[in-house]
C-alpha cells in the first residue's frame, strides 16, 4: 500500500525558513516523480515544485528561487526547502507522487495520483 507522510510544517515567522519532508512508502517501481502542493483558504491547490527520479526539477514562476525541491539518494524521501516566507505562504502543503505511469513532472494536480494528507504551515507577520 502505497503511502505519502508529510513533516515538519508549523509556525514560522515572516521572513523565516522550513524544511518540509515527505517519506513516500510500499511502492518498489523506478517510475516516479513527485511535487508539492500548496492549498491555502479558499483558494485552488497550486504546485510549488515538482521532480523526478533522475533529479530534475520544475517550478513555476512564482515559486522560483523562494523554494527548492530535493529527493534523498534512496528516493523515497522528499523535501522542500523554503525561505523568506510571508503571511500569504499560510496553507497547507501536500506532497504528490506519480507513480505505476510515465514519469512526467508536471505542475498539474491532476497528474498525480497519489496524495499526502497535507502538513499546516503558518506564517505570522
Known amino acids: 500500500q502505497v503511502q505519502l507522510v508529510e513533516s515538519g510544517g508549523g509556525s514560522v515567522q515572516a521572513g523565516g525558513s522550513l524544511r518540509l519532508s515527505c517519506i513516500l512508502s510500499?511502492?518498489?517501481?523506478?517510475?516516479?516523480?513527485l511535487a508539492w502542493f500548496v492549498q491555502a483558504p479558499g483558494k485552488e491547490r497550486e504546485a510549488v515544485a515538482a521532480i523526478c527520479r533522475d533529479g530534475t526539477t520544475t517550478y513555476p514562476d512564482s515559486m522560483k528561487g523562494r523554494v527548492t525541491i530535493s529527493l534523498d539518494n534512496a528516493k523515497t524521501s522528499l523535501y522542500l526547502q523554503m525561505s523568506s516566507l510571508k503571511p500569504e505562504d499560510t496553507a497547507v502543503y501536500y506532497c504528490a507522487a506519480r507513480l505505476y505511469k510515465v514519469p512526467v513532472r508536471s505542475l498539474n494536480a491532476d497528474d498525480y495520483n497519489y496524495w499526502g494528507q497535507g502538513t499546516q504551515v503558518t506564517v505570522s507577520s
Open positions: 510500499g511502492y518498489t517501481g523506478i517510475s516516479r516523480c
